[in-house]
């Protein structure tokens, strides 16, 4: 079965870049969707086809694919940006997502 | 605006059942898919149901113990589970799958999320 690897957890001190990664086998050849899912939330698109921003999604944040690696960047990081972020991608009807990367802004 | 509402969920014995159901307001035809989240885990697929409800896929671990079913003119959609297990335990999203101008399963995203509801397989 398809899978999607990321790191469990990324830091970044505040007005840095958090960049975030996601490693699948032919993640070229597909198209990536990226999730925030803040505590005791729903999770939240941010960023899909790989690159674009759904309306609500700061500008702060985008995506970019370079071969088998997909990453969600977020520029200037916030306090209000932490939480755990999921990519996904299709693998023919089935949703594959990533394990989550636990994104702390300190 | 569209929003999606779950319900069904509970707590019950293992090998026990349970149907979740879906509400649309603002209903659109699309696919649906199911998520769970286990307490503290990562987001996994449950299934996917095709907007007429011909097309189905479910994830290994459910297939033949669920059935997803739509009914488009009440706006609803379930998840009927059966023999439930202890690692059926898990927050369930009812989640539409927005083609995103493309075809779904090649530039889809899941653009709108339910708030969850609970099952809980214990002894």
């Known amino acids: 079965s398809y899978e999607l690897t990321q790191p469990p957890s990324v830091s970044v001190s505040p007005g840095q870049t958090a960049k975030i990664t996601c490693v699948g086998h032919?993640?070229?050849?597909?198209?990536v969707a990226w999730y925030r899912q803040k505590a005791g939330q729903s999770p939240n698109l941010v960023i899909y086809?790989?690159?674009v921003r759904p309306p609500g999604t700061p500008e702060r944040f985008s995506g970019s694919s370079s071969g088998n690696i997909a990453t969600l960047s977020i520029t200037d990081s916030q306090g209000a940006d932490e939480g755990d972020f999921y990519c996904?991608?299709?693998?023919?009807?089935?949703?594959?997502f990533g394990g989550g990367t636990k994104l702390t802004v300190l | 605006e569209l929003q999606l509402v779950e319900s069904g969920g509970g707590s019950v014995q293992p090998g026990g059942s349970l149907r979740l159901s879906c509400v649309a307001s603002g209903f659109t035809f699309h696919h649906i898919s199911w998520i769970r989240q286990a307490p503290g885990k990562r987001l996994e697929w449950v299934a996917t149901?095709?907007?007429?409800?011909?097309?189905?896929k479910y994830v290994d671990s459910v297939e033949g113990r669920c059935t997803m079913a739509r009914d488009n003119a009440k706006k609803s959609f379930y998840l009927e589970m059966t023999s439930l297990r202890v690692e059926d335990t898990a927050t369930y999203y009812c989640v539409r799958a927005n083609s995103m101008g493309g075809t779904v399963t090649i530039t889809g995203a899941l653009d709108t999320w339910g708030q969850g509801t609970v099952v809980s397989v214990s002894s």
């Open positions: 032919n993640l070229e050849s597909k198209y």
């Open positions: 149901i095709g907007p007429d409800g011909r097309d189905k």
């Open positions: 086809k790989t690159t």
């Open positions: 996904q991608a299709w693998d023919d009807f089935k949703v594959v």
